[in-house]
T-cell receptor, first 112, second 115 residues
């Protein structure tokens, strides 16, 4: 069985400062991992994905995530937050059985 | 035109009403999904269709009835709902049933309120 835990339900940062969203997973197999973003009143959009290639994955809008097997983590980071980054972020795991497990989400607010 | 379109965007219905949610994808994908999104809970997969055949039904109450007449259209028929069914219902599509690729394309959702 697979599952995802997003360690922060809400993160607040100042514009121009780094953003860190934490995600831990459990999986019986070598997982594939993803981050999705949902802006207000919008559907979810894929930010980036890890599928057993490079452990540091770059995504859209300056986000990146690092897969750490020893820590079972897949944290999302961005060096400098922008107002447009205010959204909800979901960590997702798949262990290859065509089923995706979503985390509960982290809401990011960006202060001017 | 956006890739995945959902209508209506907002729906208010009484517990005895019958209504339907519609989803249309313009991406040429083979798989379509219904998800339920409730506040601060993980997305709940409800139904999966691949090439118009249902391949997943996650113990969803029978008051929710999906229909997939072709690979571009997906419906969710609603009847005798309960207030706890109030949520955002998201439709998604993918090239094939998502697994390692994990890439789903979502619509903007239908916000359902059951009175």
């Amino acid at each position: 069985a697979q599952s995802v835990t997003q360690l922060d339900s809400h993160v607040s940062v100042s514009e121009g400062t780094p953003v860190l969203l934490r995600c831990n997973y459990s999986s019986s197999y070598s997982p594939s991992l993803f981050w999705y973003v949902q802006h207000p009143n919008k559907g979810l959009q894929l930010l980036l994905k890890y599928t057993s290639a490079a452990t540091l994955v770059k995504g859209i809008n300056g986000f990146e995530a690092e897969f750490k097997k020893s820590e079972t983590s897949f944290h999302l980071t961005k060096p400098s937050a922008h107002m447009s980054d205010a959204a909800e972020y979901f960590c997702v795991v798949s262990d290859g059985d065509n089923k995706l497990s979503f985390g509960a989400g982290t809401t990011v607010t960006v202060r001017a | 035109e956006t890739g995945v379109t959902q209508t209506p965007r907002h729906l208010v219905m009484g517990m005895t009403n019958k209504k339907s949610l519609k989803c249309e994808q313009h991406l040429g994908h083979n798989a379509m999904y219904w998800y339920k999104q409730s506040a601060k809970k993980p997305l709940e997969l409800m139904f999966v269709y691949s090439l118009e055949e249902r391949v997943e039904n996650n113990s969803v109450p029978s008051r929710f009835s999906p229909e997939c007449p072709n690979s571009s259209h997906l419906f969710l028929h609603l009847h005798t709902l309960q207030p706890e069914d109030s949520a955002l219902y998201l439709c998604a599509s993918s090239q094939d049933v998502a697994g390692d690729t994990g890439e789903l394309f979502f619509g903007e959702g239908s916000r359902l309120t059951v009175l």
